[in-house]
Each structure stands twice: as structure tokens, then as C-alpha cells.
């Protein structure tokens, strides 16, 4: 009996190891594609349209009551300690360096992500890949690579649009309703954010887009059994990247602030 | 042109092919049938370098496809045509452009010259009308069409048909597999096509195999499989329950 349970442990252990290999594998077949011509600058249009723009209503309106909220959680905190005129710092050190790029690149993955991977994995379960394979061309070039050059792009940006919208829904709440001057909110934060904090939340957001694109794409382009491989595989994709990019996040911030 | 050498392979300890060996020569036109399971696509993928044999070998004009990888692999595969079991259009392009697809992406054709074949292939078959619509637009029959004109646009050497009348009406079925005869009189590409379509698939290939438990007992002139005494053939081709198959 205990050997049988240290057998199915290596077991387990071993499809694992061996999975995280052929993830780290296909992010470096990934890069390697996307640095080597030709690259399909429309179909990579196309996915920044679909990750990026399509997006914006999520952000904004995530963005804006993240603030808001923020702001209103912030002022009574601060208030106890007589500090609420450092509510604009605090709004905005909190969405540039950490809330931004976090809640953007998740809400991405719920939207972008999963319908990244279902696509993918339809094309997978109907041979669409395998015919692509079979006309002598790479598919990573095709369904890999636009996805990541968009991602890359497009996740800094919606992290900024993301943070502007929450600054400003900060200043609503602050400003307009618990009655914070627009000086202080907006001069406070001057004084207190630095480039280095804008700079540090911009590589968290580009590597966010990096984790969201690898694990959507390689769940989609790893798709067996069907619809309900499908579904799995959405479900995973959207799971596994959300918990990645926590963890990410937290040696992201231990490296760059 | 494409040898088939003691091919084994096997998928999670059950073995699928077992020790398979076939010729098939430039410009023939072979059949591969069998009961399902018996190892016809899984041969299919492994002569067209999908899958590769755990034992034995594949060559195809000098090149061994068991050792042949990224852009050999790619540069070999762009002599293929391949027709699936479901098609495998890109749903989210037109006719036209699933046609168009292998010719954009893999000569610089330009654009005027890519119209004017994917015109001649919509001509050939019969599909001159459909070429605005999306692949969900069409019936099953269109569909498949569309996928033989996609494989032949770049006037492929080899073709590979797998189960590709899968899901279609006996009339509609039988006009498809003599498309692909008339086609492969056109083109002389070789050809290899899985099929359950028996007898109709005898017309048009040159030589049938049959594929059983993972072994080729057979490969002949379509003639000599109709009139062939071996029980287990015989019980395969007239489709009884009583012989020496068990139907699972």
C-alpha cells in the first residue's frame, strides 16, 4: 500500500513536471515566432481591436468604481488619523503600482482570455489546426503570436486607461461628494508619485499580457475531447491565469519597487 | 515514392499498428479501409508526419519523416493536400478565402493571380456560387467541396482524404468520391483516402489495404478485394454481423 501511494505520488508528480515543461516550451516557441519574420501584423490588429478595445467598457467601469470606492474606504481611514488630505496619493499610488494592472489584466482574462482559448480549442477539435499544420505553415505564427504581440501592446494601455479613469472616480468621490479640495487631491498626488511608480505598474501590466496570452493560447491550443474539452480547457485557462498573475504580481513587486 | 517500414506504434500500453509495411507509388491513388478502430488515421498522420512510429519508419521520396522536423518538415508538407473527415474550413473565412488561404500564405502569388485560381478550383467544383459565404452558411456536401479545392489550389503532389464523406447522403457521397477521381485524373497527384464508402471507393483508387487489428492484411487491385474468398474480407465488404469480425 505505501508503495502504491509513493507510486501514484511520482507518478502525479512527473505528468505534472512534465506539463510545465511543455508550457515553458511553447512560451519559448512563442517568442521565438514572434521574433522571427513573418509576422501577421493583421491578424494581430485584429486581436488588439479584440483585447484592447473591445475591453474598454470593462475597464472604465471597473476602473472608475475601483476608485471610487477607494476613495471612500480611503477618506475614513485616513480621517482617524487626520490624513485625508493624502487621499489622491493614495488612490493613485494604489491603482498605478498594484490595483491597475491587477484588475485590468484580470477582467482581460475573464473577457479576452477565455474567448482566446475557446476559439483556439474549437479550431483544435475541428482539425482547423492540423490543416494549417499540414499546409507546411507554423501555427504558432497564426494563433499564438498575434495574440501575444496584442496582449503585450494593449495591457499597459488598459492598465493607464485604467488608472486614469480610477483617479478620476476618486476625485468625484473625494472631491465631489466628501468635499476634499481639487488642489489637495491632484497636488498631493504630484508630490508623492514618482516616474518609477508609473514605470514599475507599466511592466506589470506588459507582464500580465505575456501570462494571459501564453496560458489562454497553450489551454486552447492543447484542447482533446470536444465541447466539454472546450469548456475545461476555457475554464482552466481563465483559473490558471488569474492565480498566475497574483503570484506573478506579488515577485513583480518585490523586483521592481 | 511513399514506404511504409514495420511501422508499430502504441497509445497508452494498447497497440494500434503492428508492424505495418506498404508501398505506394507517385501518381497511385490508394484505399485504406478496415473497422473502425482498426488504425487507418493513425496510419494517415503518421505518413503525413503527425504522429511518429514508435518502431519502423515512413519514407517519402528519400526523406524518413520519423527524423524530419521544423522547416524540412514544413517545406515537405507544402507538397500535401489534405481533405479532413469534417472539412476543416476556417470558419471565420469565406469560401474564397479558405481557398485563397494556402496560396496567401504560402507562395507570393499576387492577388489578381490568386483570384483567377481559386476561380478554377470553384469552377471545378461546382461552387461558383458559394464563394461569399461562410463555411456555417454551407451544407455538409458544399463543405467538403470547398475543403478538396482548398487542397488542390497549390497543385499538391500528395493527397490525403481522411473518412472525408463522413456525414453526407449516399448520393452526395458518391458524387464527392468521383470529384476526387476526376480530380486525381486531372492532377495525377497521389493519393491515399480512408474510407467506409465500399464499394463506391473501389471505382476510384487504384489499390485498396485493409487495416485489421492494427495489421495490413491485404493490399490489391480493387477487383481481387470483390472477389476474394478470405472470410474476414468477405464478412468486411458485404458489412455482416456473421463472420469472423465481432462487432463491438
Given at each position: 500500500m505505501p508503495s502504491n501511494l509513493i507510486s501514484c505520488l511520482g507518478d502525479y508528480t512527473l505528468k505534472r513536471v512534465s506539463y510545465v515543461g511543455r508550457m515553458g516550451q511553447f512560451l519559448i516557441h512563442a517568442v521565438l515566432a514572434a521574433l522571427t519574420p513573418p509576422i501577421k501584423i493583421r491578424r494581430a490588429i485584429k486581436q488588439i481591436h479584440f483585447i484592447g478595445w473591445q475591453s474598454m467598457t470593462v475597464i472604465v467601469l471597473t476602473g472608475g468604481f475601483t476608485g471610487m470606492v477607494l476613495a471612500l474606504q480611503g477618506y475614513h481611514s485616513l480621517k482617524r488619523v487626520g490624513s485625508e488630505a493624502f487621499l489622491g496619493p493614495l488612490v493613485a499610488l494604489s491603482l498605478i503600482r498594484e490595483l491597475g494592472p491587477v484588475i485590468a489584466a484580470l477582467m482581460v482574462t475573464?473577457?479576452?482570455?477565455?474567448?482566446?482559448?475557446?476559439?483556439?480549442?474549437?479550431?483544435r477539435i475541428s482539425d482547423q489546426i492540423d490543416a494549417i499544420e499540414l499546409m507546411g505553415l507554423n501555427p504558432m505564427r497564426y494563433l499564438v503570436v498575434?495574440?501575444?504581440?496584442?496582449?503585450?501592446?494593449?495591457?499597459?494601455?488598459?492598465?493607464?486607461?485604467?488608472?486614469?479613469?480610477?483617479?478620476?472616480?476618486?476625485?468625484?468621490?473625494?472631491?465631489?461628494?466628501?468635499?476634499?479640495?481639487?488642489?489637495?487631491?491632484?497636488?498631493?498626488?504630484?508630490?508623492?508619485?514618482?516616474?518609477?511608480?508609473?514605470?514599475?505598474?507599466?511592466?506589470?501590466?506588459?507582464?500580465?499580457?505575456?501570462?494571459?496570452?501564453?496560458?489562454?493560447?497553450?489551454?486552447?491550443?492543447?484542447?482533446?475531447?470536444?465541447a466539454e474539452g472546450v469548456s475545461r480547457s476555457t475554464t482552466e485557462a481563465v483559473v490558471l491565469t488569474s492565480v498566475l498573475i497574483l503570484v506573478w504580481d506579488y515577485f513583480m513587486t518585490a523586483a521592481v519597487f | 515514392m511513399i514506404q511504409i517500414e514495420n511501422v508499430h506504434k502504441t497509445f497508452e500500453s494498447q497497440p494500434v499498428l503492428r508492424g505495418l509495411s506498404c508501398e505506394v507509388e507517385k501518381g497511385e491513388f490508394l484505399a485504406l479501409i478496415g473497422m473502425s478502430g482498426s488504425g487507418k488515421s493513425v496510419l494517415l498522420k503518421h505518413i503525413a508526419g503527425m504522429i511518429q512510429p514508435d518502431e519502423g519508419r515512413i519514407v517519402m521520396d528519400g526523406n524518413d519523416m520519423s527524423h524530419i522536423r521544423g522547416r524540412a518538415l514544413e517545406d515537405l508538407r507544402k507538397r500535401f493536400g489534405v481533405v479532413f473527415q469534417h472539412g476543416a474550413l476556417f470558419d471565420s473565412l469565406t469560401v474564397y478565402d479558405n481557398i485563397a488561404f494556402p496560396l496567401r500564405e504560402k507562395t507570393k502569388m499576387p492577388e489578381s493571380e490568386i483570384r483567377e485560381k481559386v476561380f478554377q478550383q470553384l469552377d471545378a467544383v461546382s461552387l461558383k456560387d458559394a464563394e461569399e459565404k461562410y463555411p456555417a452558411e454551407i451544407s455538409g456536401g458544399m463543405a467538403k467541396r470547398t475543403a478538396l479545392a482548398r487542397a488542390l489550389v497549390t497543385e499538391p503532389e500528395i493527397m490525403f482524404f481522411d473518412e472525408p464523406t463522413t456525414g453526407l447522403d449516399p448520393i452526395i457521397a458518391n458524387s464527392i468520391l468521383k470529384l476526387f477521381k476526376s480530380c486525381h485524373e486531372r492532377f495525377g497527384f497521389t493519393g491515399i483516402i480512408v474510407s467506409h464508402d465500399i464499394p463506391e471507393v473501389f471505382e476510384i483508387v487504384d489499390r485498396v489495404a485493409m487495416l485489421h487489428e492494427g495489421v495490413l492484411i491485404k493490399v490489391a487491385a480493387p477487383g481481387e478485394f470483390l472477389d476474394s474468398e478470405d472470410a474476414l474480407i468477405r464478412q468486411f465488404i458485404t458489412g455482416s454481423t456473421e463472420g469472423p469480425i465481432q462487432a463491438n
Open positions: 475573464g473577457r479576452a482570455g477565455s474567448a482566446i482559448t475557446a476559439e483556439i480549442g474549437v479550431m498575434p495574440n501575444l504581440i496584442a496582449a503585450i501592446i494593449s495591457m499597459p494601455l488598459l492598465a493607464v486607461i485604467f488608472d486614469l479613469v480610477g483617479i478620476y472616480g476618486g476625485y468625484l468621490v473625494g472631491v465631489k461628494i466628501l468635499g476634499l479640495s481639487t488642489g489637495t487631491y491632484f497636488g498631493e498626488i504630484t508630490t508623492y508619485l514618482d516616474l518609477e511608480d508609473i514605470v514599475g505598474g507599466l511592466y506589470k501590466a506588459l507582464s500580465f499580457g505575456v501570462i494571459l496570452a501564453w496560458i489562454c493560447c497553450f489551454k486552447g491550443y492543447y484542447t482533446y475531447f470536444g | -
